[in-house]
């Protein structure tokens, strides 16, 4: 599959005189994991706020534009962009303590989330919301829970079951797993890769760690200090680094012993 779903082009965002976004210029094709990475403060987040314009009101987007299957979503009107934002590109936010409501039962929030866009009668919501949990292999009675009763990973298995349930075209998750320790950020790595292949979903995945990489992506595309200085399939942006902070990046990676630590491949 060759097909591109996103184009950003010339992206350059600022808040006041500080650019935090310089001519970056990228794309996503349909099916493929992309993931962005960089070191924090990069502008891995402002480059995906700015995908569903949702930037903050103090930055200021100086130039460029973003193609969702070949429409500027700078020129779409409100409506559209309502469409747009959860209906066809979903994203899971960095913040998942912050992102849901702590005094509202988890099954009353996937309702909302089931049912914001109209795309599902009220009659099918609680079959819908069954579906969404099992999809993150989640028990049914996880509805009745409120956020706090939950472990971390199962806050972030919501996030994702609730980013899923208008079955968007492209799914955005800003460091999903950071917040995880290693054996839980597996399990949804697992998770979300099984997903993905399942459906065919186009994914950018956002993280600062290349052993995170190298489980879940297709392609790579590396930032630093609002600008892509590399870009291409894992494979070669893996093997074969071109820029010396590409190389800095992948030295992070966890050493066990004198082998690197593999994260296990996802199957399938
Ligand atoms: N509201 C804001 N006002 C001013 N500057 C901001 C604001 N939000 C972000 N920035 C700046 O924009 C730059 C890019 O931030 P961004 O959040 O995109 O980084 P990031 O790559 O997502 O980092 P992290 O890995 O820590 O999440 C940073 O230098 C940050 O200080
Ligand atoms: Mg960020």
Same mark, same amino acid.
């Given at each position: 599959?060759?097909?591109?779903?996103?184009?950003?082009?010339?992206? #350059?965002?600022?808040?006041?005189?500080?650019?935090?976004?310089?001519?970056? *210029?990228?794309?996503?094709?349909?099916?493929?994991? /992309?993931?962005?990475?960089?070191?924090?403060?990069?502008?891995?987040?402002? #480059?995906?706020?700015?995908?569903?314009?949702?930037?903050?009101? /103090? @930055?200021?987007?100086?130039?460029?534009?973003?193609?969702?299957?070949?429409?500027?979503?700078?020129?779409?009107?409100? =409506? =559209?962009?309502?469409?747009?934002?959860?209906?066809?590109?979903?994203?899971?936010?960095?913040?998942? +303590? /912050?992102?849901?409501?702590?005094?509202?039962?988890?099954?009353?929030?996937?309702?909302?989330?089931?049912?914001?866009?109209?795309?599902?009668?009220?009659? =099918?919501?609680?079959?819908?919301?069954?579906?969404?949990?099992? #999809?993150?292999?989640?028990?049914?009675?996880?509805?009745?829970?409120?956020? !706090?009763?939950?472990?971390?990973?199962?806050?972030?298995?919501?996030?994702?079951?609730?980013?899923?349930?208008?079955?968007?075209?492209?799914?955005?998750?800003?460091?999903?797993?950071? @917040?995880?320790?290693? *054996?839980?950020?597996? !399990?949804?790595?697992?998770?979300?890769?099984?997903?993905?292949?399942?459906?065919?979903?186009?994914?950018? +995945?956002?993280?600062?760690?290349?052993?995170?990489?190298? /489980?879940? @992506?297709?392609?790579?595309?590396?930032?630093?200090?609002?600008?892509?200085?590399?870009?291409?399939?894992?494979?070669?942006?893996?093997?074969?680094?071109?820029?010396?902070?590409?190389?800095?990046?992948?030295?992070?990676?966890?050493?066990?012993?004198?082998?690197?630590?593999?994260?296990?491949?996802?199957?399938?």
């Amino acid at each position: 599959m060759d097909e591109k779903i996103l184009e950003i082009k010339d992206l #350059t965002v600022s808040f006041g005189e500080n650019r935090v976004i310089e001519d970056v *210029s990228f794309s996503i094709k349909r099916g493929e994991v /992309t993931a962005l990475v960089g070191e924090s403060g990069s502008g891995k987040t402002m #480059t995906a706020l700015s995908i569903l314009d949702l930037l903050p009101d /103090t @930055a200021c987007r100086r130039k460029g534009e973003i193609l969702f299957d070949g429409k500027n979503i700078f020129d779409l009107g409100p =409506e =559209e962009l309502r469409d747009m934002r959860g209906n066809a590109i979903a994203m899971v936010f960095q913040e998942p +303590f /912050t992102a849901l409501n702590p005094v509202i039962r988890i099954g009353r929030q996937i309702a909302e989330a089931v049912s914001a866009h109209g795309i599902c009668p009220r009659s =099918e919501v609680r079959e819908r919301i069954k579906e969404s949990l099992s #999809t993150v292999r989640l028990p049914e009675e996880t509805v009745y829970q409120y956020p !706090h009763e939950l472990s971390g990973g199962m806050r972030q298995r919501v996030m994702l079951s609730m980013a899923l349930s208008c079955d968007p075209a492209i799914l955005i998750l800003d460091e999903p797993t950071t @917040a995880l320790d290693v *054996s839980i950020q597996k !399990h949804i790595l697992d998770l979300i890769r099984h997903i993905q292949k399942d459906r065919q979903l186009t994914v950018l +995945f956002i993280t600062h760690d290349f052993s995170v990489v190298r /489980t879940i @992506a297709d392609k790579v595309c590396v930032m630093r200090r609002g600008r892509v200085v590399e870009q291409g399939a894992k494979e070669d942006v893996l093997g074969e680094p071109a820029c010396e902070y590409t190389r800095q990046l992948i030295a992070c990676i966890p050493v066990l012993g004198d082998k690197r630590e593999r994260l296990p491949v996802v199957d399938g």
